[in-house]
Antibody, heavy 126, light 107 residues
Framework: QVQLQESGPGLLKPSQSLSLTCTVSGGSISSGGVYWSWLRQHPGEGLEWIGYISDSGSTYYNPSLKSQVVISLDTSQNQFSLRLSSVTAADTAVYYC??????????????????WGQGTLVTVSS | DIQMTQSPSSVSASVGDTVTITCRASEGLSSYLAWYQQKPGKPPKVLIYGASDLQGGVPSRFSGSGSGTDFTLTISSLQPEDFATYYCEQAYSFPFTFGQGTKLEIK
């Protein structure tokens, strides 16, 4: 059973950089055909996809955050990471890491967030 | 970005009822739509992908339909554990986007 766990600081000041790590257990982060993703959820709101990285290191970011975001892979530690630069109060949210698997259906292959971490609250406040 | 609009934003129902939630996309998705269930303090859980394909382990009382821009999630014979918030998500094009959520509450 694949499990994901986020870790990182819960409180940041404006203009600092947010760094979170997702540790994957129960499976290799290098297994082919899956991607590793970050999402966030602002308090009381819906979900926002931040981006994802393939097992070979190719990245895809949400254009709304692209200038701030870097997602990277550490295969030796079976981890992947999120770095968000120059945070503001608007970046206060619960951050989730998730595995993305492409499932086949009648129209083709669809990326599905099939395993999630429990989430970690990051607060940006002076 | 593709905008996803769910309705209603909240709904009250009783155990045993059937509930339908609607999701409309700002442009056609073919069948690249998923539904997620989220309970307070927990991460989302995928229920349906491909608009109508049930994820493994999900009870058959959950069903999805639709294609293009209009989709529905139907929950039949509601159980106490079904009271949660439901999100649709489009995976047709980057960036992936979610609806604002529908909160299913106990009447």
């Amino acid at each position: 059973q694949v499990q994901l766990q986020e870790s990182g600081p819960g409180l940041l000041k404006p203009s600092q950089s947010l760094s979170l790590t997702c540790t994957v257990s129960g499976g290799s982060i290098s297994s082919g055909g899956v991607y590793w993703s970050w999402l966030r959820q602002h308090p009381g709101e819906g979900l926002e996809w931040i981006g994802y990285i393939s097992d070979s290191g190719s990245t895809y970011y949400n254009p709304s955050l692209k200038s701030q975001v870097v997602i990277s892979l550490d295969t030796s530690q079976n981890q992947f990471s999120l770095r968000l630069s120059s945070v503001t109060a608007a970046d206060t949210a619960v951050y989730y890491c998730a595995r993305v698997t492409y499932y086949y259906h009648r129209s083709g292959y669809q990326p599905v967030f099939d395993y999630w971490g429990q989430g970690t609250l990051v607060t940006v406040s002076s | 970005d593709i905008q996803m609009t769910q309705s209603p934003s909240s709904v009250s129902a009783s155990v045993g009822d059937t509930v339908t939630i609607t999701c409309r996309a700002s442009e056609g998705l073919s069948s690249y739509l998923a539904w997620y269930q989220q309970k307070p303090g927990k991460p989302p859980k995928v229920l349906i992908y491909g608009a109508s394909d049930l994820q493994g382990g999900v009870p058959s009382r959950f069903s999805g339909s639709g294609s293009g821009t209009d989709f529905t999630l139907t929950i039949s014979s509601l159980q106490p554990e079904d009271f949660a918030t439901y999100y649709c998500e489009q995976a047709y094009s980057f960036p992936f986007t979610f609806g604002q959520g529908t909160k299913l509450e106990i009447k």
